[in-house]
């Protein structure tokens, strides 16, 4: 089936080929602090997923320092019109910084409402908090990830640092960011549950 569109008739076939577009909205874990361009976490999951035939294309809207609630300031013009999909990491800097875990919850809402209204699919990569911060904090702050994946539906990976936190080889100096093998572990951490993902957006644009 074909429609004109200026005169040019476009198939809907070749409007479904089009490569997925992803945001990977998150803070300096996903911008690639300390790192090269080039071994940023959205370019080489990018990378990851064409190498198993994935036809994708993911922009870079993390921002270092970024909170729940300034993602949630931002998200209008930081995921442009044509998304079809978000990976959202934001709250590491809530954590590190102690902000109430009712206040980070509210701002990731604010995020998934704004994205749901746009009709935009996301997947939730969440964050642990850190063991000085105490076990009510910690129960409190990651039960915000499971408890929005449920609600909503969304595919979770429960923490973005999977394999990666607290391993001196696989981080900077400064024990917090990944170093370029770190984000290796990450992606290759995540993959599976990304392409569980593209084949939700895909599903949803048969």
């Known amino acids: 089936m074909a429609f004109a569109l200026a005169g040019v008739m476009i198939s809907e076939a070749s409007s479904a080929a089009q490569p997925i577009k992803l945001v990977a909205f998150g803070d300096s874990l996903t911008a ?11 370019v080489k999951l990018a990378a990851a997923l064409k190498a198993k035939g994935r036809d994708v294309a993911i ?10 609630s300034g993602g949630a300031d931002r998200v209008d013009w930081s995921v442009p019109e044509g998304t079809q999909g978000v990976i959202l990491s934001l709250g590491a800097n809530d ?16 995020i998934l409402d704004r994205l749901q209204a746009r009709k935009i699919s996301v997947m939730l990569a969440g964050m642990r908090a850190a063991p000085n911060l105490g076990l009510d904090y910690g129960k409190s702050f990651e039960k915000i990830y499971t408890d929005l994946a449920s609600e909503r539906g969304l595919t979770l990976y429960p923490f973005f640092l999977e394999g990666v936190a607290g391993d001196r080889s696989l981080n900077q100096t400064d024990g917090i960011h990944p170093n370029p093998k770190g984000v290796d572990v990450i992606v290759a951490g995540m993959l599976p549950k990304v392409e569980e993902f593209l084949d939700k957006i895909e599903a949803g644009r048969s």
Do not use: I, Q
């Open 32 to 42: 690639g602090y300390g790192v090269g361009p080039a071994d940023a976490f959205p």
């Open 59 to 68: 922009s870079n809207a993390g921002v270092s320092g970024d909170t729940a």
């Open 95 to 110: 954590m590190l910084r102690g902000v109430d875990p009712k206040t980070t919850r509210a701002a990731l809402t604010r």
